[in-house]
């Protein structure tokens, strides 16, 4: 049997509802999803790299089609150490695509076998970003329409812990 892989890469800092939904909805398309947990040194992010793998793992864990793991440098290069050239994005906006396009024809530019499936967000989810999700949290608000519940109380608690405005 052929397997169907994807990567789908992003910060996942945290990982919100919206990612979850293209995740179950890109499994449809493929046989194994491995979520690629980005290390970007020009963002500063609340979770180490190793708490947002544990965090989506623990999301996950029921799904064995599901895979994480984090990775410095070029998708390009992260795709062909996984031999696996389909990867994953999700657009919320016109804008998203503007700048997804671009990363897509230059990732297949600098490896031929690159291949992007975009999916439109669910439109519930359309305005929906890691960074909203955080700037809700320091102020208390409650996130748990936004994120999982272990998520939302994992994120709280990290916040609590380095010293957040969160209440």
């Keep these: 049997m052929n397997m169907k892989t994807a990567i789908y890469p992003g910060s996942f800092d945290p990982i919100t509802n919206g990612h979850i939904d293209i995740i179950k909805r890109s499994r449809r398309l493929f046989d194994e999803i491995c979520i690629s947990v980005i290390h970007n040194p020009s963002k500063q992010s609340l979770f180490t790299m190793e708490e947002r793998i544990n965090i989506i793992q623990s999301v996950f864990v029921a799904d064995s089609g599901v895979t994480v793991e984090g990775f410095e440098g070029l998708l ?12 994953i994005r999700g657009l919320r906006a016109v804008s998203d695509f ?10 297949r530019k600098l490896e031929f076998r690159m291949n992007t499936v975009f ?25 748990n329409e936004f994120v999982p519940e272990e998520v939302a109380c994992i994120l709280n608690k990290k916040l609590d812990t380095a010293g957040g405005i969160n209440k």
């Excluded at 390009?76 to 990867?87: E, G, L, R, S």
């Excluded at 503007?98 to 990732?107: G, H, I, K, S, W």
């Design 98 to 107: 503007d700048y997804e396009f671009q990363m897509a024809l230059t990732n």
């Design 76 to 87: 390009v290069d992260f795709a062909k150490k996984k031999n696996t050239f389909n990867i």
């Design 119 to 143: 999916f439109m967000t669910d439109e519930k989810y359309s305005y929906l970003s890691s960074s909203l999700v955080k700037e809700l949290a320091v102020y208390g608000a409650d996130i």
